[in-house]
């Protein structure tokens, strides 16, 4: 599902995990709901707006195949830097699930530290 409320996009931002790469930088935050939601930052600096609706477009493609993948709850925001635009979609591609990969190990490290704490204190 989309990602449309500006909380929801501070949330990833703020609560979550990030790793950049070299056209995107991607944010995932886990949330305590069962829904997924994507969405996508691609500001002015990318391009005018045909440039800047070609990237989100190519990045909505992208990470829709790997949507299943992601866990219940995950709340990921894609990031489109200025050398984004004009990338052939094989490079965006590669770009996106190393960053996606990226978030994912580094969300389930910090979950998992934070078990270990839970068990510790109680």
Same mark, same amino acid.
């Given at each position: ?7 929801? /996009?501070? /949330? ?7 790793? %950049? ?13 069962? @829904?997924?939601?994507? %969405? /996508? ?5 990318? %391009? ?37 635009? %004009? ?24 979950? @998992?530290?934070?078990?270990? @704490? ?5």
């Amino acid at each position: 599902m989309r990602m449309r409320k500006a909380d929801d /996009f501070r /949330f990833a931002f703020r609560c979550g995990v990030s790793a %950049g790469g070299r056209y995107v930088v991607s944010h995932m935050a886990q949330a305590d709901d069962e @829904q997924i939601l994507v %969405g /996508f930052v691609v500001s002015k600096k990318v %391009g005018n707006s045909v440039v800047r609706h070609r990237v989100k477009r190519q990045c909505r493609h992208i990470v829709r195949e790997r949507l299943m993948e992601l866990p219940k709850g995950a709340r990921l925001v894609v990031r489109a830097l200025p050398s984004a635009a %004009g990338q052939s979609s094989d490079r965006l591609t590669t770009d996106i699930y190393g960053t996606i990969e990226r978030t994912l190990r580094k969300l389930t490290r910090r979950t @998992q530290r934070e078990e270990k @704490q839970c068990k510790s204190d109680g």
